[in-house]
């Protein structure tokens, strides 16, 4: 109750500051605009060669081309293709084999080509292309037991066969990277792009809280506030919901307005909201750490500022973990940025839920305890000498 | 006074390092009853209250406030304190009222008794009119009347008051003064800080002298005053080697302690007729020139240079 008293007088204090509006709402807004440009879902160009492949190789192409955000652009052959990748003209290629139909349709594996350039978003691209193929591929399964079961021509049967889910693809890709010094299991970081942002964004607004609580002890107004019957706890944990409500606010506006106008993905929403919140927690704690053990506003905004970005560095905010060394990123986990970077991943990549990220958002929450426990001891000795 | 004391502190000692700001002060303080804590800079008088209202770690004492021990950690018994720091704690961003009311939350105040208490300190303090406007645009005087007003807030059964009239207008001081006649009226005990021997004198039924961190006296002033016994209080004010003049002087017989205040000898002697020929001699003597001559009966200047041989202001 009295923590809520406090965290509402910080807020309308906040609000009062015209520069703030800027801060709380025009920053997010830029963000999202920079977000937008830089992962927002715009047409991407794929490059097949498919001469004669056969029906199926058409379907394949025709699926793709109807793929959202995906225009597919036709080459003659192989060689032309891969230039056109090399130069940067198309994003990504993919060669359908001459015998593609044929050897599905006789129940075999088809193998399509993957051509794609190091140090692009084609991963998504792949993605979607692998997706695709991987749809295929089920159908005809489905539409071979079909046909072994009832009899009949294969081609026949595979509308039917469309709603029968069978495991395993007959397709396979075979990634061939454009330039042979890249491997191209160095492709997977671009998609998360816009989450690393995030985190490095809602860990430096937070942290602003630092030169709030600073003013408010210099003020004599925390000390006054112990004149009451309010334990410090209560006026620390105040302090930084008014603090979290506005780190919440920053990204929400990000996550919903990039989503909305630039379809930048975000995945599960219950499990990225979750997220957010972790890691904002750690932020505030952070925060009152910062404005209770200092006691100039200008040294906290400071430090803030390099704390923010130093661990953001460190944390795989500004350069993907994956680059790291192992060891680096074994480091890199001090940082509650790294954990927060890994939870996006998990769902980002791999499509995760809520469940699958709770072993981080644990860590992130004990990281938020112990930060916060060590800011009310100093914001004790500070207040009450 | 035969009411159970709202305070009661003993043997409080604060060190900071070496220094030992607070050694081993005492005292009580009865409904109604108006406490004062008289002594210059540095005598450790914030000290004292930050450890009377549970707001500095001790290094010893006890305090125990409406009958319930405190320290930095209670919760209960601060609800029976009002406290009114020495500099202005008030949110500059929100109104008068904001102010208050934020205050009320913390006090645990329900909200329509806190609009009616928020009301009432307000015309207390004469801020009634200027409720709405933002604290930071107050004058100097209205800030330290919020600042007063919020330790009025809950109806504290002690009032704690450490300098409150520090840069205030004649007029707010005398206004402010009233409004703490009025409370001790109601029956609250109050414990005031101050270096204005006048506050004390109007204000307080009991004073203690504090300096050095150490009381050195306590009683009403009538009390005080007979400490001094039958010297007077003589002023030799003037032009010259002041600081001469008052070594001079005080090396007389008779003299029990020279001090030199705002461009005067303030002198404690020992039957002030008889010495004056003498005094102003010596005084001629070492180089000064005095325009003008004072004796005063003794009050609680005389009693602070008395005790401790130094002005209470300098
Ligand atoms: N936090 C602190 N750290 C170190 N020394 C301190 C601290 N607070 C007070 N002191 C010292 O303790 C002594 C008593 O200070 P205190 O503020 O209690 O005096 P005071 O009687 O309130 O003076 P004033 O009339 O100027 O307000 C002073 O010498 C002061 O310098
Ligand atoms: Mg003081």
Redesign the interface.
């Given at each position: 109750?009295?923590s809520l008293?406090?965290a509402a007088?910080n807020l309308?204090?906040f609000a009062?500051?015209r520069a703030n509006l800027f801060f709380v709402l025009v920053l997010p807004l830029l963000i999202v605009a920079m977000l937008g440009l830089v992962f927002g879902a715009t047409d991407v160009d794929l490059g097949v060669v498919q001469r004669s492949g056969g029906p199926l190789a058409e379907q394949l192409s025709d699926d793709l081309g109807a793929t959202e955000d995906l225009a597919v652009v036709r080459y003659e052959d192989e060689s032309a293709l891969e230039r056109a990748v090399q130069r940067g003209r198309v994003e990504a290629g993919l060669v359908v084999p001459d015998d593609y139909t044929a050897v599905l349709e006789a129940g075999g594996t088809a193998t399509v080509r993957w051509i794609a350039r190091p140090g692009t978003a084609s991963i998504q691209l792949r993605q979607a292309v692998e997706a695709a193929v991987a749809r295929q591929g089920t159908v005809l399964r489905a539409a071979r037991f079909v046909a072994a079961e009832q009899g009949g021509d294969v081609e026949s049967r595979l509308a039917a066969a469309a709603t029968v889910a069978a495991a395993v693809p007959g397709v396979d890709v075979e990634v061939r990277p454009a330039d042979e010094t890249v491997a191209a299991g160095d492709l997977g970081q671009f998609d998360l792009g816009a989450a690393t942002q995030l985190v490095l964004f809602v860990f430096l607004t937070s942290l602003f809280g630092a030169p709030t609580l600073i003013e408010v002890r210099r003020?004599?107004?925390s000390?006054?506030?112990?004149?009451?019957?309010?334990?410090h706890l209560q006026v620390l944990l105040g302090e930084s919901l008014g603090r979290l409500a506005i780190a919440l606010v920053q990204a929400a506006i990000i996550v919903v307005g990039s989503a909305l106008l630039f379809g930048v993905a975000w995945g599960s929403p219950p499990a990225a909201a979750a997220i957010v919140a972790c890691f904002a927690l750690v932020g505030a704690s952070f925060a009152m750490l910062l404005g209770s053990a200092l006691s100039s506003d200008q040294q906290a905004g400071a430090l803030a500022l390099v704390l923010g970005l130093g661990l953001a560095a460190l944390g795989g905010s500004m350069v993907p973990l994956e680059v790291f060394p192992d060891r680096v990123r074994t480091i890199a986990h001090v940082t509650p940025h790294a954990w927060a970077n890994d939870a996006f991943a998990e769902v980002l990549r791999h499509g995760g839920g809520l469940v699958d990220v709770l072993a981080p958002l644990a860590v992130l929450l004990a990281y938020a305890a112990v930060v916060f426990s060590l800011a009310a001891w100093f914001f004790?000795r500070a207040?009450?000498? | 006074m035969s009411a159970a004391p709202v305070l009661v502190c003993t043997g409080l000692v604060k060190r900071f390092g070496d220094l030992v700001a607070v050694d081993g002060v005492g005292f009580e303080i009865s409904p109604g009853e108006t406490y004062g804590l008289l002594g210059p800079n540095g005598a450790g008088k914030t000290t004292t209250i930050s450890m009377v209202c549970g707001l500095l770690e001790r290094d010893d004492g006890d305090v125990v406030v409406a009958g319930r021990p405190l320290t930095t950690t209670s919760v209960e018994a601060k609800a029976a304190i009002g406290y009114v720091p020495q500099e202005i704690a008030v949110y500059p961003d929100l109104t008068g009222r904001e102010n208050l009311r934020f205050f009320s939350r913390l006090y645990g105040m329900a909200p329509a008794a806190a609009t009616e208490r928020i009301g009432e300190a307000l015309e207390v303090v004469g801020l009634a009119d200027r409720a709405d406007d933002l604290a930071g645009e107050y004058s100097g005087g209205m800030k330290r009347r919020l600042n007063i007003a919020i330790g009025l807030l809950h109806r504290p059964r002690l009032l704690v008051l450490d300098e409150p009239t520090v840069g205030v207008d004649p007029q707010s001081r005398n206004a402010i003064l009233e409004g703490v006649e009025a409370l001790a009226g109601g029956g609250i005990a109050v414990l005031y800080t101050t270096h204005y021997m006048e506050e004390a004198e109007r204000l307080c039924d009991r004073i203690g002298i504090i300096d050095a961190g150490v009381i050195r006296a306590e009683g009403t002033r009538r009390e005080l005053v007979a400490l001094v016994g039958e010297r007077d209080r003589v002023r030799l004010a003037g032009s010259g080697d002041l600081a001469s003049v008052a070594t001079a002087c005080g090396a007389l017989p008779g003299v029990e302690a020279a001090s030199v205040r705002d461009g005067a000898v303030d002198l404690i002697v020992e039957g002030a007729r008889g010495l004056l020929p003498e005094l102003l001699r010596v005084a001629a003597e070492s180089g000064g020139l005095v325009d003008g001559v004072d004796v005063h009966e003794p009050d609680l200047e005389s009693v602070f240079l008395h005790l401790t041989g130094k002005a209470l202001r300098d």
């Open positions: 109750m009295r008293a406090i007088v309308r204090r009062r500051q003020l004599g107004l000390r006054r506030m112990l004149s009451t019957p309010t334990r004790r207040v009450t000498g | -």
